[in-house]
């Protein structure tokens, strides 16, 4: 039996503990940042491929980047923390890491501009349109490149804790409960008390309304089907059509409550119910 992998386990263990999880997470971009910038200047030109005659190690070039790639890190670090704070805090959609990837691209052209503009004075150099464009383009493409790789497990991370570890905490007077989103089965209102079932029945009243609660979960997992109910994905046993195009929703046999033993879906959100369950 090998006991190679054992080994390096063991020395990651120990390389791990004994540095903070938050200077193991800066550690390892600066590896993903040195090793990025070694390929791109080393592909950059044909003498600086390792088997041309004239190789010469580019340490401008490589100093450079190394430069531009720590503004482009502290601009990216920064709008990830406010998007983190403001949506991936509640879940996490395509739409939004979009959002997030164009208005960094944006923030790092409003940077490149003025500051390659700024270097070719001191340089006494000048500046022409059509490299300048160029430029911005290719440094796009690699800040692309670059964010992806260093954010895609922050951004997965994020992804599962909001689908499956995450809770919310349900206050009901002098009493607080915390509950995980996948131990919810609905929220609902009746007598303006809003109660929290979770799936093996057990019921809580809160001291929510329907609105604040559905500011504060994840409507990947939960959809407000009418004024009186907010249903988890995963508590919808049965779904059937009825008159007028509405839908008629049957919850698990877990949840026995009288109240919400069928759940009517108007027309007018039919679409974006079985748009919500697919």
Partial sequence: MSITQPIKNTL???????????????FKKAIILTTFSLVVNHLATHDNFIDSESYRFPIEGFLSTIVLFILIGIITNLNFK????????????????????????G???????????????????QTVFYYLLIGLVITLLLSFIFIVILYAQDLYSLYTLSIKDAE????????????????IACFYSENKIVYTIQKDGTTINTDF???????????????????????????VDQIEKIENGKLSIRLKASIKNDAIALINI???KRKAFMSWIQ
């Fill in 82 to 105: 406010f998007y983190k704070k403001k949506y991936f805090s509640k879940k996490i959609e395509v739409s939004t890491i979009l959002w997030f990837m164009l208005s960094t691209l």
């Fill in 12 to 26: 990651k263990t120990v390389w791990q503990t004994c540095i903070s999880n938050a200077a193991w997470r800066w």
């Fill in 266 to 268: 108007s027309r007018y």
């Fill in 168 to 183: 919310i905490t349900i206050e009901s007077g002098a009493k607080t409960t915390k509950l995980t989103y996948e131990n």
């Fill in 107 to 125: 923030y790092i052209t409003i940077m490149y501009i003025p500051v390659n503009i700024i270097l070719n004075i001191i340089t006494g150099g």
């Fill in 209 to 235: 309304t329907l609105n604040e609660l559905e500011e504060k979960i994840n409507d990947q997992l939960f959809f407000r089907a009418n004024r009186q109910i907010i249903i988890h994905k995963d508590a």
